[in-house]
């Protein structure tokens, strides 16, 4: 089996570069399940949030599971309704009672909306105080995370946001290098939108290498220095999921995978107030 690498966040913490995730998993069983799978072939970071109804079946299983809390990088996320100084303390206070622990490794402020400025500043009392061992933020475009930047103590070391093969995020990522904030990428396999696992390139290149389209693109986004968390309820995928660490993809490979950028979301049009509405009215 191939080893998960590293990254040193820009607080020095270490970080597992691949991790897995748990959003749509919403059955108690099949979240436990999944969690303690992900955990035996390996995974040792966990993403979760808030909105995921997920919490606590996490925390079951990282609890019934053979691997100690300390061994685990626990994320959640705060989803908007949450938001403000106060009702944030209280909610990662709630959260971490859901995960059955007393402190979180990551804990990522979800969508760029509402009193953000006001939660951001609860997260940072926790970091001060040591309840929390990272921050992050999600969803948040250049010019968002360039203003937080400007008017926060800490900087984020985490923006979690759609990357794929299809949606590069180069200008993103070059501008939050200046910081050393690194980019973690949701959907890294776009949830199989655009014919993703179809698709010619990530095939051609597969071949090659004896490996699938998932993997090539996986492959792609940590030879990159994305941190990837793939969700998947299969433990066949969950394992050839984290066979990204033994091949390495040449330039060429790199550059033709590059030219799939489509420089936009598969998901969601963010100018869009509708969607603002949307988000906003999501109740947890
Ligand atoms: N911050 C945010 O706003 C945000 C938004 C979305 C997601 N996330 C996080 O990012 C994580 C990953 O994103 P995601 O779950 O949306 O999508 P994803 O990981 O890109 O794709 C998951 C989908 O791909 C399938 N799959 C997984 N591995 C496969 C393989 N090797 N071959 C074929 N199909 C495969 C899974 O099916 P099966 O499960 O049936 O195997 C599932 O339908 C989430 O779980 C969540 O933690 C964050």
């Known amino acids: ?20 995730g748990v959003f749509q998993i919403t059955d108690k069983e099949l979240c436990k399940k999944s969690v303690k799978e992900a955990l035996n072939v390996g995974y040792r970071a966990i993403d ?6 997920n919490e606590n079946y996490v925390g079951d299983a990282i609890k019934e599971s053979d691997i100690d809390r300390k061994d685990i990088f626990l994320t959640t996320k705060v989803w908007p309704k949450n938001y403000g100084y106060q009702n944030t303390l209280d909610s990662v206070e709630e959260s971490m009672k859901k995960l059955n622990t007393d402190y ?33 933020i999600s969803n948040f475009n250049t010019v968002q995370y360039a203003d937080l930047v400007m008017n926060m ?4 070391a ?3 946001v759609e990357t794929h093969v299809f949606n590069q995020e180069t200008g993103l990522r070059e501008y939050m290098d200046k910081h050393n904030t690194h980019i973690e990428s949701w959907a890294p396999l776009a949830e199989g939108k655009n014919n993703f696992f ?38 066949e995928r969950m394992k050839q999921n984290m066979e990204v660490w033994n091949f390495k ?36």
Do not use: W
């Not at 979760?48 to 109804?53: G, I, K, L, P, S």
């Open 158 to 160: 985490i923006n979690q």
């Open 249 to 284: 993809l040449n330039d060429y490979e790199m550059k033709a995978i590059q030219d799939l950028d489509l420089d936009k979301s598969l998901f969601f049009d963010y100018s869009d107030p509708k969607q603002v509405e949307r988000l906003n009215n999501f109740e947890v």
């Open 1 to 20: 089996m191939s080893e998960i690498k590293n990254v040193k966040l820009n607080n020095g913490v270490l970080m597992p570069q691949q991790g897995f």
């Open 198 to 235: 179809n698709n010619n390139i990530l095939n051609m290149i597969g071949q090659y290498h004896e490996k699938s389209a998932a993997q090539v693109a996986l492959r792609f986004l940590v030879q990159s220095g994305i941190i990837i968390i793939p969700k998947s309820t299969h433990i």
């Open 48 to 53: 979760t949030a808030q909105a995921y109804f």
């Open 104 to 136: 979180l490794d990551l804990v990522i402020l979800h969508q760029p909306l509402n009193d953000y400025y006001g939660a951001y500043r609860a997260l940072e009392k926790l970091y001060d105080e040591q309840k929390i061992r990272a921050i992050g």
């Open 153 to 156: 103590k800490v900087v984020p």
